[in-house]
Each structure stands twice: as structure tokens, then as C-alpha cells.
């Protein structure tokens, strides 16, 4: 009778150690997925601030080029199209990244608790303020 007390306890230990091994294991990869989840909206936000840096550049170099345009010159009517056309061509870009990031950010004020609830004009006063 003494062996199998010693094989019962065996197997209770078996079972704890295989439970809390998978118990670790489930919470592992539970951490892992959510850090992977994390990291990869962090590279993709990175990715699109730097193409709308990319964009406003390019719209500061057009307005730069504008403000120096000679009217005297033979070519100024080509050349304020095309600085027209580049200008424009840079603030939809930066406009469409602007909108890519403002949509996949969650906006948190203070006073909406993490809600996505935006005052409706900053000139008023949120609900918190009184």
C-alpha cells in the first residue's frame, strides 16, 4: 500500500507541474501576442508620421519657391503651375496621412476618462471644468 500512496503523489505532482506549465504558457503567449500587436502599431504610427514629415516638407520647399517667384521672368506662368500643382500634390498627401493617423490613435482628453469624446470647440469649457 506504501508504493502506491508514493504513485498517487507522483501523479497529483505530475498534474500541478503540467498544470501550471501550461498555465505559464497561456499567459506567456497571451503577453507575447499583445506586445507583438503593440510593437507593430508603434512601427506602422512611425512609419506614417515620417511620411507625413516627408509631405510637409515638400509643401514648405513649394511655399518657399512661391514666395520667391519672379513675375519678370519668361517662364513664370509654367513654373507657378507647377509650384501650384506641387503644393497642392503635398498637402492632400499630408492631409491623407493626417487622417491615417488621427483614425488609428485613440484620442484621450482629459476629463472623458479614455472615451473617444472630443469637446466640441476648445473654447468651451468640458463638463469636468465646473
Known amino acids: 500500500m506504501d508504493w ?3 504513485v498517487v503523489k507522483t501523479l497529483l505532482n505530475l498534474a500541478v507541474a503540467m498544470l501550471t506549465l501550461g498555465a505559464g504558457w497561456f499567459v506567456g503567449q497571451s503577453i507575447t501576442y499583445r506586445w507583438a500587436i503593440r510593437q507593430k502599431k508603434r512601427e506602422l ?63 484621450v482628453t482629459p476629463g472623458c476618462a479614455g472615451s473617444r469624446q472630443i469637446p466640441s470647440s476648445l473654447s468651451e469649457p468640458s463638463p469636468s471644468d465646473s
Open 4 to 6: 502506491k500512496s508514493e
Open 45 to 107: 504610427l512611425l512609419a506614417a508620421t515620417n511620411q507625413f514629415d516627408a509631405a510637409y516638407g515638400e509643401f514648405f520647399v513649394a511655399m518657399k519657391l512661391w514666395n520667391r517667384l519672379d513675375q519678370n521672368d519668361p517662364s513664370y506662368s509654367e513654373r507657378r503651375w507647377q509650384l501650384l500643382q506641387q503644393a497642392a500634390h503635398s498637402e492632400a498627401s499630408a492631409e491623407s496621412i493626417l487622417l491615417k493617423i488621427l483614425t488609428e490613435v485613440p484620442v
